[in-house]
């Protein structure tokens, strides 16, 4: 069954096009705007969320915000701005904040239209963390790599270094499910697998899904893939839906790593992750397959601004530069990893370069891709968690 309709206030400043902010709240029938105004006034109407709406921030944004959570303390704002949030995102959250959405800038209603969904996600997971009892969900990073051998498990494993290094709660699933990787790239046994689980029977629940976790020391959560290919076949679509359900209740980031085709299950792992990141080297069939990568991804109508792309061995001399990147690709990579043999060793360890050696170029490089999913800082990160510890009596 559907989840109700969330009911939405608006309030927006003048520097921002009300037809984009009302694009945005577009996604089919998950949200229902009960109110949209210029500015917060009285007789309003009563909402589940309040929204406010600006160009830029500045303090008569943060005015409003406070309006809003003095009016309604129980009620979660949501902040959307347009722009990079540098040098403000703690003076929304001090406000009282609740989440905050950055829009490109600059983003037109075509493009808001198709943000929708990245806003009703972030809707309901600020209604759902004020509610008696709720589990708060993570986020979950599908890596894609549509060439094999581009680095996509070496980047997954890092990316889950990066994060637990920051204190974040990590877990990897390891949906190459006949030929997966992941444990070796941690040095971890596959005492237990994914196929363990699916054949332990009885019910499921996070503690059971718990146990079947093998555990780095690091801090690392992995589900391992099944020690045999020919166990892969039995692990299903609907299976795996209900065990990404269940980790993202448990750990703040689940990882998703996948095999080179999009298949089924990769389809799924996308359908239900917050974020992509795609992963491609400098040669052309790579870069040829991302470019279809992207597209597929497109065709999905997967929000273009929650995709991410690392170039591995970016420093590679093969006869392609990063202007070609550029020319293949469409944009160039959010991150480049550069070649280095530590990052062999490292894999052979099964230490993961980002915890052995954080220093290094390639170290730094996935310690900036693991920034890129923690951009709130850890302070107003904790002040929102103090605000959200209170339940919802509305």
Do not use: W
Request: aromatic residues 4%; negative net charge.
């Amino acid at each position: 069954m559907n989840a109700p309709p969330i009911s939405v206030l608006v309030v927006h400043t003048v520097d921002i096009d009300p037809a984009v902010v009302r694009a945005l709240l577009s996604a089919d029938d998950g949200l229902n705007v009960v109110g949209f105004f210029d500015g917060f006034g009285n007789h309003m109407p009563t909402a589940d969320v309040l929204v406010v709406a600006c160009g830029s921030y500045s303090e008569e944004a943060g005015s409003l915000i406070r309006e809003g959570v003095d009016e309604l303390p129980d009620r979660p704002v949501i902040l959307v701005t347009q722009g990079a949030p540098n040098g403000y995102v703690d003076h929304a959250f001090t406000a009282g904040a609740a989440d905050l959405m950055v829009l490109p800038d600059p983003c037109d209603v075509h493009l808001a239209r198709a943000m929708s969904h990245q806003v009703l996600f972030t809707i309901r997971k600020s209604v759902q963390k004020r509610e008696p009892g709720a589990a708060v969900e993570g986020k979950m990073v599908v890596l894609v790599g549509p060439k094999g051998g581009s680095g996509k498990t070496l980047c997954s494993t890092n990316l889950a270094a990066a994060l637990a290094a920051s204190g974040q709660s990590v877990v990897v699933v390891d949906l190459d499910l006949q030929f997966g990787d992941v444990g070796l790239a941690l040095g971890l046994t596959p005492e237990k697998t994914i196929y363990d689980l699916l054949t332990s029977g009885g019910s499921m629940d996070a503690e059971k899904v718990d146990a079947f976790l093998a555990k780095h020391e690091s801090g690392i959560h992995a589900l391992l893939a099944p020690r045999r290919p020919d166990q892969a076949g039995l692990v299903t679509v609907e299976f795996l839906r209900d065990i990404y359900a269940m980790l993202r209740t448990t750990h703040d980031v689940v990882i998703v790593d996948t095999p080179p085709q999009f298949t089924p299950e990769v389809i799924a792992a996308v359908d239900a992750s917050t974020d992509v990141c795609v992963v491609a080297m400098l040669d052309a069939l790579s870069l040829k397959n991302l470019r279809l990568g992207l597209e597929t991804l497109e065709l999905m109508g997967y929000p273009e601004d929650r995709i991410r792309f690392v170039l591995n061995r970016a420093d590679s001399q093969v006869g392609i530069d990063l202007a070609d990147v550029q020319a293949i690709v469409g944009h160039g990579p959010d991150v480049r990893v550069p070649s280095d043999r530590a990052i062999t060793r490292s894999v052979n360890e099964g230490m993961p370069i980002a915890l052995k050696s954080p220093g290094s170029e390639a170290g730094r490089a996935f310690h900036q891709l693991a920034a890129l999913y923690t951009q709130v800082p850890q302070a107003a990160a904790a002040k929102r968690r103090r605000r959200l510890s209170f339940s919802r009596t509305g």
